[in-house]
Antibody
Framework: QVQLVQSGAEVKKPGASVKVSCKAS????????ISWVRQAPGQGLEWMGW????????KYAQKVQGRVTMTTDTSTSTAYMELRSLTSDDTAVYYC????????WGQGTLVTVSS | DIQMTQSPSSLSASVGDRVTITCRASQGISNYLAWFQQKPGKAPKSLIYAASSLQSGVPSKFSASGSGTDFTLTISSLQPEDFATYYC?????????FGGGTKVEIK
């Protein structure tokens, strides 16, 4: 069965960076892209970007463009999302999900930005 | 960017009620519309894709329709496990965008 398993919760100081991982299993990793979606406390869902696991092509939301980098490691079927220059506004649960259709989701990774 | 507008933002309903949620896109998205259910502290769960296709394992009490700019999600007979927040999402074009959510609460 398809599974996306994310790395654990992180606490970061303002200005720092965070890198969240998303390990895929149960399907051919390079056949599907990975989207990243975040949800601030008590808020709705916000799409951050997408990466092709086939060729590494990316699409980023304008709001995080310049601060985010999405990568994949096909040898381990793992996708990564790195966000830099963190502020308190980046405190959220970060989810990976398969493709743009978002048919399968990771369990979420809470990133807390606090001084 | 395509804006997705859901209504209502919240509703109160009783077990057994029929509930309908609407989602409107700011421009035509054909049938590139998905619906998700999210319970507190959990990841969203995909219910519907291609505007009206039920994801595998999703009970048939969920149904959806629409094309172009106007879409609906209907729960035919609300059960306790259906109380959650529901989101629509367009995947016609990037950036992907979500509706603001509809919280379905117990009356």
């Amino acid at each position: 069965q398809v599974q996306l398993v994310q790395s654990g919760a992180e606490v970061k100081k303002p200005g720092a960076s965070v890198k969240v991982s998303c390990k895929a299993s149960g399907y051919t990793f390079t056949n599907y892209g990975i989207s990243w979606v975040r949800q601030a406390p008590g808020q709705g869902l916000e799409w951050m970007g997408w990466i092709s696991a086939y060729n590494g092509n990316t699409k980023y939301a304008q709001k995080v463009q310049g601060r985010v980098t999405m990568t994949t490691d096909t040898s381990t079927s793992t996708a990564y999302m790195e966000l830099r220059s963190l502020t308190s506004d980046d405190t959220a649960v970060y989810y990976c999900a398969r493709e743009a259709l978002l048919g399968y989701w990771g369990q979420g990774t809470l990133v807390t930005v606090s001084s | 960017d395509i804006q997705m507008t859901q209504s209502p933002s919240s509703l109160s309903a009783s077990v057994g009620d029929r509930v309908t949620i609407t989602c409107r896109a700011s421009q035509g998205i054909s049938n590139y519309l998905a619906w998700f259910q999210q319970k507190p502290g959990k990841a969203p769960k995909s219910l519907i894709y291609a505007a009206s296709s039920l994801q595998s394992g999703v009970p048939s009490k969920f149904s959806a329709s629409g094309s172009g700019t106007d879409f609906t999600l209907t729960i035919s007979s609300l059960q306790p496990e259906d109380f959650a927040t529901y989101y629509c999402q367009q995947y016609n074009s990037y950036p992907l965008t979500f509706g603001g959510g509809t919280k379905v609460e117990i009356k």
